[in-house]
């Protein structure tokens, strides 16, 4: 599975972003996929995810609310779109996949990355 995240970019504090990250490859619509982010010096953590069949969402606490994860199975897209945005949203966000995992803060469970999409929230 091939994973392309777009959508990033700069915005002011309570400003809002879509991500979208395109997924070709296998049969993308059998995988649930997520989002993860890194700010600088920080590791990798979890945002949200959701199941194949677009019928469950996850979300960290601190954007339960805000961010809205979606899967356009048609198309093989994920989106992310965050709202109210705050300084402390800006990292690297990335798209995630994987066959079996579909709610897991740690990394090293999602088989699948793209390549990253910055995220900057100035105050």
């Known amino acids: 599975v091939q994973l392309q995240a777009s959508g990033g970019g700069l915005v002011q504090a309570g400003g809002s972003l879509r991500l979208s990250c395109v997924a070709s490859?296998?049969?993308?619509?059998?995988?649930?996929m997520g989002w993860f982010r890194q700010a600088p010096g920080e590791e990798r953590e979890y945002v949200a995810s959701?199941?194949?069949?677009?019928?469950?969402?996850y979300y960290r606490d601190t954007v339960q609310g805000r961010f809205s994860v979606s899967k356009d199975n048609n198309t093989g897209t994920l989106f992310l779109q965050m709202n109210s945005l705050r300084p402390e949203d800006t990292a690297v966000y990335y798209c995630?996949?994987?066959?079996?995992?579909?709610?897991?803060?740690?990394?090293?469970?999602?088989?699948?990355w793209g390549q990253g999409t910055l995220v900057t929230v100035s105050s």
């Open positions: 995630v996949a994987d066959q079996y995992t579909v709610f897991d803060l740690r990394p090293r469970k999602w088989d699948h």
């Open positions: 490859g296998r049969t993308v619509n059998n995988y649930h």
């Open positions: 959701i199941t194949w069949d677009d019928y469950v969402e």
